[in-house]
């Protein structure tokens, strides 16, 4: 089976404080890794998504980086966090055609 | 401006009650994907429809691709306090192998005992 594993489930971080999740992905080689970040439980917005290791392509100019240091790892990651950047986030994974997508469990980024 | 528009953003009912939520876009898709996510969790895979006008059936959820492959409806019938949660729908777009998976805003379904 493929497993997505995402971590911390939760993490309240103070404000200019840097930020690093992880996103691990088993049971498939070269899988499209994608960010997303939900706020209030609504709708996802794609952050950064990636097709191979080192290869990330953003989607919203903002506080936030991505890498790719392996195959299966994705990291989402900020110098300096700001109050904005509270939120849902999620780490999926991509089937081959890139038409389904299945999630990790999120992390709640709270920053005060 | 959404590339996919959902609605009702609501939904508040009694259990029993039928319901149906909608994903409404201008653009034409290859496929159409419903998830639904509940509170602390990541979104679950329901179904996806490729073919306009098709019809899938999951337990007591309906789903329908439009003719024109351009919005989906998902129908609950007699429904219950376990399909509270959020429905999201989503598509790939890009035009690119690797597009992007885009998600509407989501419908908050809640049904009260």
């Known amino acids: 089976s493929q497993t997505i594993h995402q971590w911390p489930a939760t993490l309240v971080q103070p404000v200019g404080s840097p930020l690093s999740l992880e996103c691990t992905v088993e049971?498939?080689?070269?899988?499209?890794l994608y960010w997303y970040r939900q706020a209030a439980g609504r709708g996802l917005q794609l952050l950064f998504y990636?097709?191979?290791?080192?290869?990330i392509s953003s989607e919203v100019p903002q506080n936030l980086s991505a890498s790719r240091p392996q195959d299966r790892q994705f990291i989402l990651s900020s110098k300096k966090l700001l109050l904005s950047d509270s939120g849902f986030y999620l780490c999926?994974?991509?089937?081959?055609?890139?038409?389904?997508?299945?999630f990790g469990q999120g992390t709640r980024l709270t920053v005060v | 401006t959404q590339l996919l528009e959902q609605s009702p953003q609501f939904l508040s009912i009694q259990e029993g009650e039928n319901l149906t939520v909608y994903c409404n876009s201008s653009?034409?898709?290859?496929?159409l994907q419903w998830y639904r996510q509940e509170p602390g969790e990541g979104p679950v895979l329901l179904v996806t429809?490729?073919?306009?006008?098709e019809v899938k059936k999951l337990k007591r959820l309906t789903f329908q691709f439009g003719d024109a492959r351009k919005d989906s409806s998902l129908h609950i019938t007699a429904a219950q306090p376990g399909d509270t949660g959020l429905y999201l729908c989503?598509?790939?777009?890009?035009?690119?192998?690797?597009?992007?998976?885009?998600f509407g805003q989501g419908t908050i379904l809640t049904v009260h005992p």
């Open positions: 999926a994974r991509g089937n081959r055609a890139n038409t389904e997508a299945f």
């Open positions: 990636s097709v191979g290791i080192g290869q």
């Open positions: 429809v490729v073919t306009g006008g």
């Open positions: 989503a598509v790939k777009a890009g035009g690119t192998s690797y597009g992007k998976l885009t």
């Open positions: 049971g498939t080689s070269n899988p499209n």
């Open positions: 653009s034409v898709f290859s496929s």
